[in-house]
């Protein structure tokens, strides 16, 4: 009896998803184009007194539908009723996008971690776009993957976020989270649709920066969300922010790995294999042309190596190609976290982005930046500039043979842990995992 109960309960089950799959793929339907376009024609067909407006409404639909692709007003969207989360679920899904490093997937990994910390019996399942699906297993996070758009052969944007929202769909019913964590620039369309309607499902969009005006994120799709959580930044950035009714969540710089928690000094170089009374420079540019040999992180190499006493550690990107150089006193760290390895280094010469920044703030660990000049929405120049008034960075923005030896020698200058503006850098990873828990 009892089985068959369950087998019943299964058929249900089986069921609702399928009315809700159909549900969705009308409302996508109807929701297209041409589908809006050709009701628009059989409306004034079908009540001819319309026909003497056309002229005037079928431009302006035009021009509507135009407008909500470009994300400037917001989708008159058909809701569909999702089925009911269970409130007593003790799951969390995490879905980081892929940028051009790591950090989306950094910040979600510390948020996972301190999930986990806080409550061990807590489900933890990623969704991600990142390919380095292997982080996630060996921490024991299950972990859904789509790959990304560019990925795909001529794949329109329309049928990949209908590929997100069907799988995010089916993790929803599958595991009926009470939490639901984004972290990206970015809200996909399909990621929007597949939230909407599920009232018990806790909505968290963890975005590094403010919704500046005239910038592309989609009007009406912030409040999609519970609560917008923005991690802080060294450099106050001022601007005019859009305007919306969600709770926002302010917060110190989100850290992976805290100080305490890194190999020690001695650990670290013998896992490194650096000796032990050398000086050590990381050199991490992110997923740049190593390998080219007129790229700055070449460049760079080439200077430091003119140091007979110093050691460089080159933070090969997963993401990136493989680092082909082969010197006595160069190593390659192809892990992760790099930031396991901290302790080692004496110096080190860094892009400008928001992790590695704040990640050298925190061991005030004397630093070369090279901030990327021509970031849309990352005021990296300014971010690294606040090293140099604490005392314990130098900017270069002119990247040449040149300048590049002359900063290195004002960097091997800089006093590791010297007395400066700084203070304690606090990591709000836990302040955001108090408050959503």
């Known amino acids: 009896m009892s089985a068959l109960s369950s087998d019943e309960s299964f058929d249900e089950g089986r069921g609702l998803r399928r009315i809700e799959k159909l549900q969705r793929e009308n409302r996508r339907l109807r929701e297209t184009v ?11 067909v079908r009540k001819p007194w319309k026909m003497f407006f056309l002229p005037l409404s079928f431009p302006i639909l035009c021009f509507k539908i135009g407008l909500e692709r470009l994300g400037k007003v917001a989708k008159n969207q058909q809701r569909v009723e999702q089925k009911d989360n269970n409130h007593d679920s003790n799951t969390t899904v995490l879905f980081p996008t892929n940028g051009v490093g790591f950090g989306h997937f950094t910040r979600m990994y510390a ?6 910390k806080q409550n061990p019996k807590m489900e933890i399942i990623f969704f991600t776009t990142m390919p380095t699906l292997h982080i996630p297993y060996l921490d024991d996070f299950p972990t859904y993957h789509l790959a990304g758009k560019h990925k795909f052969d001529d794949m329109d944007s329309t049928i990949w976020n209908m590929l997100v929202e069907e799988m ?98 001695d650990d670290a170089r013998n896992r490194l294999g650096v000796p032990d009374d050398s000086i050590v420079v990381y050199v991490q540019l992110g997923a740049g042309q190593i390998n080219d040999i007129d790229s700055e992180i070449k460049i760079t190499v080439d200077c430091l190596l003119d140091n007979e006493d110093i050691f460089i550690v080159i933070g090969e990107s997963m993401l990136g190609e ?35 920044f704040h990640e050298m703030r925190s061991m005030k660990l004397p630093t070369l930046f090279y901030p990327n000049l021509n970031t849309g929405m990352d005021d990296q120049k300014s971010r690294c500039m606040i090293s140099v008034d604490e005392g314990w960075g130098i900017v270069n923005t002119n990247r040449n043979i040149g300048n590049i030896s002359k900063d290195i ?20 990873t836990v302040a955001i995992v108090d408050r959503i828990a």
């Open 168 to 265: 995010l769909s089916l993790i929803f019913d599958t595991h009926a989270p009470k939490n639901f964590i984004f972290d990206g620039a970015f809200p996909y369309r399909g990621m929007l649709d597949a939230i909407n309607g599920r009232e018990n499902l806790n909505r968290v969009w963890v975005r590094r920066g403010m919704f500046k005006k005239g910038k592309s994120v989609p009007v009406g799709s912030i409040e999609h969300f519970d609560l917008i959580v923005h991690p802080g930044d060294a450099v106050n950035v001022k601007h005019s922010e859009i305007q919306h009714n969600v709770e926002v969540l302010n917060t110190d710089p989100i850290f992976l790995i805290n100080q305490n928690d890194m190999f020690s000094r």
């Open 111 to 116: 948020l996972a971690k301190e999930l986990r």
């Open 409 to 428: 020698k004002k960097l091997l200058k800089l006093e590791r842990y010297a007395d400066s503006k700084l203070g304690t850098v606090k990591n709000g």
């Open 322 to 356: 493989r680092v082909k150089i082969s010197n006595k006193r160069v190593t390659i760290l192809r892990d992760y976290p790099n930031s396991l390895y901290f302790n080692a280094f004496d110096y080190s010469i860094q892009a400008g982005g928001y992790n590695s």
């Open 34 to 44: 041409s589908f809006r376009l050709g009701l628009h024609l059989t409306n004034a």
